[in-house]
Each structure stands twice: as structure tokens, then as C-alpha cells.
């Protein structure tokens, strides 16, 4: 190292007013003052990384849980289409059956009517009634019991009948429902896809940042340590320096 006169006289001067030469990193260069900053920016960059690594998981486990209910929503409607086509297929023949079991009813009630009306005939003329007027009367009581229960089971087939002839058009309300469900989700789906990707991205852009600012301080390390051995040389020498003056 090449020292000239007026350096060793400067040297000498601070060093006669008991000045120290030993400076703080940031004195020693621009650089160094940098260091302290760059390491604090490397632990924000790394705050960041692990946000972003979270959010990334979190997307990761949503779009694999909606890609799951999706399918299985997917499957419940081919199902319930299938189910429907079926049931469309019955319900001609529920529409035949129902009249036919109107028609049946219809019967049965004037029945029952009849039924009725005889044997309230029968029982005004009790006191003149006969052997044979008293086995009509429980004929007509036995028949009325009878059309009673075909009237009640009539009813009851008429309305199961009914109920499965309305299938298909509950099938088809219960379909576009849940085609409108899988539609939304798969709209939910393509957003938490495009947010994976940003945080993506962000997440190589941070990693790139990172590097480059490790690389720097690493650079400026080596540089603090050159100047930190170019520092002690001078010192050594403006101590030679001063005891060949004294």
C-alpha cells in the first residue's frame, strides 16, 4: 500500500489528539451502511415468502376440495337425469293409472251411496222387518263396510300415484339446482386457479429478490473485509510511522 506525506501527517495528527482510526462499518463505505438495511430487508422478504407460501396452501386445499364436491355434485346429476328419464318413461303410465283409479273410485262411492241408502230403507221399517229384510240389512251394513275401506285404499293409491307421477318434475327442479351449485363452484374454482398463480409468481419474484439481495450482501462482506485488512495495514504502517518520528 502507497502512503504519501501528507496521508502519514494526517495519520500522525489524529493520532496525536488521541483520535481513534477504528470506525464503525458505516464509515468504513457507502456499502457497508447498506448492510444492516439489506439484512432487515431479507427478513421482510422472508416475512413475505411465508405469507405467501400459506396463502398458497390455502388455495392448493380449497381447489382440491370444490374439484371433489364438484365431481361428486356431477355424479348425483347424470343420476338424477338418468333417475328422471326413468321416471318420465312411468309417468304416461302413472297418468293411465291415476284415472283408472278415479274411475274406480268414482264406483266405489256410488256404492257406498247405495249401500247406505238401502239399508236406511231397511231401518225405517225395523218393526215390520222380516227374517230376510234383517239378512239384506247386514248384507248392505257389510257391503258399506266394504266400500268404505275400497274408497280409503283408493284414495291412498291415488295419491302415491300421484306423488311418483310428480317425480320427474321434482328431479328436473332438483337437476338445475344443482347445476347452478357446480357452476358457481367451478366460477369459485377458476378464481382460487388464478390467485394460486399470482401468489405463484409472487412467490418466484420474491425467491429472485432474495437471491439477488443475498449475493449483494455476500459481495459487500467480502468488500467490508478488503477494507477492513486495507484498514489495519494503515494503521500498522501510521504506527511505524509515528515511532521512526519519535
Known amino acids: 500500500v502507497t502512503w ?28 457497508l451502511a447498506r448492510k444492516a438495511s439489506n439484512s432487515s430487508s431479507g427478513e421482510s422478504l422472508r416475512s413475505f415468502e411465508g405469507v405467501s407460501e400459506w396463502g398458497l396452501l390455502q388455495a392448493q386445499q380449497k381447489i382440491r376440495e370444490l374439484s371433489v364436491t364438484i365431481r361428486m355434485k356431477e355424479e348425483l346429476i347424470k343420476e338424477l337425469v338418468k333417475t328422471g328419464k326413468e321416471a318420465q318413461a312411468l309417468n304416461k303410465q302413472y297418468s293411465h293409472k291415476i284415472t283408472a283409479l278415479e274411475g274406480e273410485a268414482v264406483q266405489a262411492r256410488q256404492e257406498l251411496q247405495e ?95 432474495m437471491q439477488r439481495r443475498t449475493h449483494r450482501v455476500k459481495e459487500l462482506e467480502i468488500k467490508n473485509e478488503q477494507q477492513q485488512k486495507i484498514l489495519r495495514i494503515k494503521t500498522e504502517e501510521i504506527a511505524a510511522f509515528q515511532r521512526q518520528r519519535r
Open 115 to 209: 249401500a247406505q241408502r238401502q239399508l236406511q230403507d231397511l231401518e225405517r221399517q225395523e218393526k215390520e222387518i222380516s227374517a230376510t229384510d234383517k239378512t239384506r240389512a247386514q248384507e248392505c251394513r257389510r257391503k258399506i263396510a266394504a266400500a268404505q275401506s275400497k274408497v280409503q285404499v283408493l284414495s291412498q293409491r291415488q295419491r302415491d300415484t300421484a306423488r311418483l307421477a310428480n317425480l320427474p318434475v321434482q328431479s328436473e327442479r332438483r337437476v338445475l339446482e344443482l347445476e347452478r351449485s357446480v357452476q358457481s363452484m367451478k366460477q369459485q374454482q377458476e378464481q382460487l386457479q388464478r390467485r394460486l398463480r399470482e401468489e405463484s409468481q409472487q412467490k418466484r419474484r420474491l425467491e429472485t429478490e
Open 4 to 31: 504519501t506525506k501528507r496521508d502519514m501527517h494526517l495519520g500522525v495528527a489524529a493520532l496525536d489528539k488521541g483520535t481513534t482510526l477504528q470506525q464503525s462499518e458505516s464509515d468504513l463505505h457507502p456499502c
